[in-house]
């Protein structure tokens, strides 16, 4: 029994696949199937802990636990399109599904989000993120102010402890900094608290961009000073946000065409962009815009963040008319001109957290990505910590395989080892000018990695997902927080 400090956790999958959302779209009700998954999953981890004489919450915790999810869904969900290449044996032997699920991988995860707790943000008149997080199980960690579980403190174990991740973005949130969750300088000092450890390179920042909430001067000023006071690695733009409660196109002149070059002449060509994942519809969530910006701008990287995928519609084959999800996308990128060796990435926050749940889906977002845009131009991001560690989203993956049937239908290339490693992180080194070298020797002794070889004698993962999970947790967010 855990000492009384440490209060017990429910029993969890340690591959969450119940349904969540980062606050940013609505979640979809679990289909029976997979409720059965779950179901099976707990019946099965019980059977097995039975077997290897320890309690159930204990196997959960091994990778044999994690395995035995993602066997349980092969069964169930992954015929025909996507699997897990995770075989009986290793649902009921830890050392074969940590040899399986484990990796050397360098992860960097560009899309990751924390709060600030210094500033009382959550009192703004206007609608902020305060409603949304009380909303989550999170909320309840224990602490005595309930934003504090959302703090740094809570992103470092999420993130570095309870998961391979190597190195991360803390990416801008939107608003005003009136409402904004975390400004600019207080993104800074988590990146300080990293570095006074004297340890590696960790983390890297976005700074936020508000289209429509400053005049032209007033953004060239913001832009200029988050490079040369912030060291910002790179601009987060939301298109589907403004003041006046519209949003703004990426190729409008007066709005998203004009930030890119400013940002340009500020000294930044890095650009990450929300597109997809829409609380309602509208031509700013698509990503059918990006081909003419980045056309434009040929010397602006753009990130697409989300890839411009749409919770709840069904990705498929590409559909060269599509005027949303990840086909609009593409479909904008070929209008253009752009292909696999252009100025455009794809990146995977909460899309693959939503798509590992479907194996075929996920084929089809993959496959299409990887079809379209290439391996080199597809990114690793999770949207930690709404959705908790993203440890089951890296053990997914590295077990995740395309079918031939798809790959020999559609064109779409494997994904094998070399394709994982470019996206896990490579990827994003070379867009972001990290030095991998330099980088791994750096960290091979940091305090991180001592830190996280102490807590593996005694892990804790909480295998708690953050983001409201139901339709209703979902309205009580939109009470308070408006996109």
């Not at 009192?123 to 997080?133: E, M, T, Y």
């Not at 094998?416 to 091979?444: M, P, S």
């Amino acid at each position: 029994m855990p000492p009384k400090s440490r209060p017990e956790e429910p029993l969890r999958l340690p591959i969450k696949l119940g349904p969540t959302t980062n606050g940013e779209y609505a979640p979809s009700a679990p289909s029976p199937r997979l409720r059965w998954v779950h179901d099976e999953s707990l019946r099965r981890a019980e059977r097995a802990a039975r077997r290897l004489g320890m309690d159930r919450r204990e196997f959960l915790r091994t990778s044999a636990g994690a395995a035995t999810v993602l066997f349980t869904l092969n069964e169930v969900l992954g015929c025909g399109g996507g699997s897990y290449q995770v075989p009986k044996s290793a649902t009921e032997d830890p050392q074969l599904a940590r040899a399986l699920l484990s990796g050397d991988e360098f992860v960097f995860d560009v899309q990751t989000h924390h709060v600030s707790v210094s500033r009382e943000w959550w009192k703004s008149d206007q609608p902020n993120l305060s409603g949304f997080l009380e909303t989550t199980p999170q909320a309840k960690c224990g602490s005595s102010f309930y934003l504090e579980c959302f703090d740094r403190d809570h992103y470092l174990k999420e993130v570095f402890l309870d998961s391979d991740t190597t190195m991360a973005c803390v990416s801008a949130l939107w608003g005003t900094p009136d409402l904004n969750a975390i400004l600019p300088e207080e993104a800074v000092l988590t990146r300080e608290r990293f570095e006074a450890m004297e340890g590696a390179p960790r983390l890297l920042l976005h700074g936020v961009v508000w289209g429509k909430a400053q005049s032209p001067a007033q953004a060239a000023e913001h832009l200029r000073r988050l490079v040369e006071e912030h060291k910002v690695q790179a601009f987060k733009l939301y298109p589907v946000w403004s003041p006046d409660g519209q949003g703004y196109r990426m190729d409008d002149p007066e709005t998203g065409l004009r930030l890119l070059s400013q940002g340009l002449e500020a000294g930044c060509s890095l650009f990450a962009i929300h597109k997809g994942l829409p609380v309602t519809e509208g031509a700013f969530t698509s990503a059918i815009d990006i081909g003419a910006a980045a056309k434009a701008f040929p010397a602006a990287t753009l990130l697409i963040y989300h890839s411009g995928f749409v919770p709840g519609r069904r990705e498929g084959p590409y559909d060269p008319n599509a005027d949303n999800g990840v086909d609009a996308l593409i479909r904008g990128l070929q209008d253009h001109g752009i292909g696999p060796d252009g100025n455009v990435y794809a990146e995977l926050g909460s899309v693959w957290r939503e798509t590992m749940k479907e194996p075929e889906q996920a084929a089809h977002v993959l496959g299409k990505l990887l079809k379209y845009l290439g391996p080199d131009r597809i990114l690793w991001g999770t949207d930690a910590i709404w959705y908790g560690s993203p440890q089951d989203q890296i053990q997914a993956f590295r077990s995740f395989q395309i079918s031939p049937e798809l790959q020999e239908r559609y064109g779409y290339p494997a994904l094998t080892d070399e394709v994982r490693r470019k996206i896990f992180g490579l990827n994003a080194a070379r867009v972001y000018g990290v030095d991998l070298d330099e980088v791994r020797r750096a960290q091979a002794f940091d305090p991180v990695s001592q830190a996280r070889l102490e807590y593996g004698n005694d892990p804790r993962p909480t295998f708690r997902t953050y983001g409201p999970r139901t339709a209703e947790e979902h309205r009580a967010l939109l009470a308070h927080d408006r996109l």
